[in-house]
């Protein structure tokens, strides 16, 4: 079982690009969230795919949308990069309970 | 709203030390509570967590959590520490939702472990 994957490991923009993110989960699991991980800051709640819906939203402009794709993979897109988007971006998947999380994509907004 | 406080920013210990680890939390129900270790490039790995029942939560890695529902408090200890326990340590209340819950984190506790 490899786990949470994402990919790419690292990634830089610049101000105003769009970026794509992407996510597989564990074997088994069918819901995935993601998380923004600000340098020295806890990791943030952005969105939660389930059913390829999304279906809970934490506090995050419209400029950060996803989708699930039917093998329960998931992207994160973030439009009109901004210098403070910059951060880990972690996916987890679970199902029905504990959240499995992956290694994270580090964005640098130059 | 739901929050968590973690005091310490970082924690400096001896190796064969104990190790006691603060987390507050603020929610109007009963809480999920939950620790995340953190390793630099790596994901976050769940320690132990808390639900209900017991509360005192026995974990991976020789960790144990005790949930004060009086202080609303979920400290994180362990008897005696490993130079591999340096790291970052989450702190996180869920909310429940769709089978499921919604973490909010601390900002983190860095634990650095002299020999």
């Known amino acids: 079982d490899a786990g949470v994957t994402q990919s790419p490991t690292h990634l830089i923009k610049t101000r105003g690009q769009q970026v794509t993110l992407r996510c597989s989960p564990k074997?088994?699991?069918?819901?995935v969230s993601w998380y923004q991980q600000a340098l020295g800051q806890g990791p943030q709640f952005i969105f939660q795919y389930y059913e390829e819906e999304e279906r809970q939203r934490g506090n995050f402009p419209d400029r950060f949308s996803g989708h699930q794709f039917p093998n329960y993979s998931s992207e994160l897109n973030v439009n009109a990069l901004l210098l403070g988007d910059s951060a880990l971006y972690l996916c987890?998947?679970?199902?029905?309970?504990?959240?499995?999380f992956g290694p994270g994509t580090r964005l640098t907004v130059l | 709203a739901q929050s968590v406080t973690q005091p310490d920013i970082h924690i400096t210990v001896s190796e064969g030390a104990s190790l006691e680890l603060r987390c507050n939390y603020s929610?109007?129900?009963?809480?999920?509570l939950f620790w995340y270790v953190q390793s630099p490039g790596q994901g976050l790995q769940l320690l132990l967590k808390y639900f209900s029942g017991d509360t005192l939560v026995q974990g991976i890695k020789g960790f144990e959590a005790e949930f004060k529902r009086s202080q609303s408090s979920f400290n994180l200890r362990k008897p005696s520490v490993h130079w591999s326990d340096a790291a970052e340590y989450f702190c996180?209340?869920?909310?429940?939702?769709?089978?499921?819950?919604?973490?909010?984190f601390g900002r983190g506790t860095s634990l650095i472990v002299h020999p």
């Open positions: 987890a998947s679970s199902y029905s309970g504990e959240q499995f």
């Open positions: 929610y109007g129900a009963t809480p999920y």
């Open positions: 074997s088994g699991h069918d819901t």
């Open positions: 996180a209340v869920g909310r429940p939702f769709g089978g499921s819950y919604i973490p909010t």
